[in-house]
């Protein structure tokens, strides 16, 4: 089946500072990436979209200049946190989306946990 | 709008007992997909199943199986002869019918099976 990384598997920063976290889909190409954040015991709320060469679309009350993300190719995405606060820590998880086979299947990543300090 | 309601928050069970996860969903479309996932404590989400709105036959695969009923906008999740092994997080989702559409999810069930 298909697979998505994610990297790191957990990050631990200082409050104001930046963290990246990649998502790579490894054996296909995916058009459309997501991005998740998670609370504990909570459900995943989508953050973005983003389809590769192009902006990704955010979802209401997530700020763009504080996740920016990238979709370079078909393969990566990348979620930057730009100066984190302790409230950003959270599970985040990626998502992608084949651009084949009709396009159904949506691939998640293991996620990535991150914790402000 | 689309929504996804998961009424149960948390289920307890004792091995070997039978255990139903509601879903219920809300949708204009026609066509849509709906979805079960996993999530063991690791986090990771595990994909169990899809099924299209065109497609109302109930599925079984092992201990798991599905039934989807669009008259009364549900799809609920049994799982027989439950085990340890089943204790996770389990995350019903629902998809409109164009591959942009986006994957809603419901607010998770959390089983927790006894041994």
């Known amino acids: 089946g298909a697979v998505v990384s994610q990297h790191p598997s957990w990050v631990i920063c200082k409050s104001g500072t930046s963290v990246k976290i990649e998502c790579r889909s490894l054996?296909?190409?995916?058009?459309?990436m997501f991005w998740y954040r998670q609370f504990p015991k909570q459900s995943l709320m989508l953050m973005a979209t983003?389809?590769?060469?192009?902006?990704?679309?955010?979802e209401q009350g997530v700020e763009k200049d504080k996740f920016l993300i990238n979709h370079a190719s078909l393969t990566l995405s990348t979620l930057t946190v730009t100066s984190a606060h302790p409230e950003d820590s959270s599970f985040y998880i990626c998502?992608?989306?084949?651009?084949?086979?009709?396009?159904?299947?949506?691939?998640f990543g293991p996620g990535t946990r991150l914790t402000v300090t | 709008a689309q929504k996804v309601t998961q009424a149960q928050t948390e289920i307890s069970v004792v091995e070997k007992e039978d255990v139903t996860l509601d879903c219920v969903y809300e949708?204009?479309?026609?066509?849509?997909?709906l979805f079960w996932y996993k999530q063991p404590p690791s986090g990771e989400l595990v994909f169990l199943i899809r099924?299209?709105?065109?497609?109302?036959q109930n599925e079984i695969s092992g201990r798991y199986s599905w039934n989807f009923q669009k008259s009364t906008s549900s799809f609920n999740f049994t799982i027989t002869a439950s085990q340890v092994v089943d204790s996770a997080v389990y995350f019903c989702?629902?998809?409109?019918?164009?591959?942009?559409?986006?994957?809603?999810f419901g607010q998770g069930t959390e089983l927790s099976v006894k041994p």
């Open positions: 989702a629902l998809r409109s019918g164009n591959q942009g559409g986006k994957l809603i």
């Open positions: 998502s992608a989306r084949s651009s084949t086979g009709g396009g159904y299947e949506q691939y």
């Open positions: 983003s389809n590769e060469g192009s902006k990704a679309t955010y």
């Open positions: 054996d296909f190409q995916a058009t459309t």
């Open positions: 949708t204009r479309d026609t066509t849509y997909y």
């Open positions: 099924r299209n709105s065109f497609d109302e």
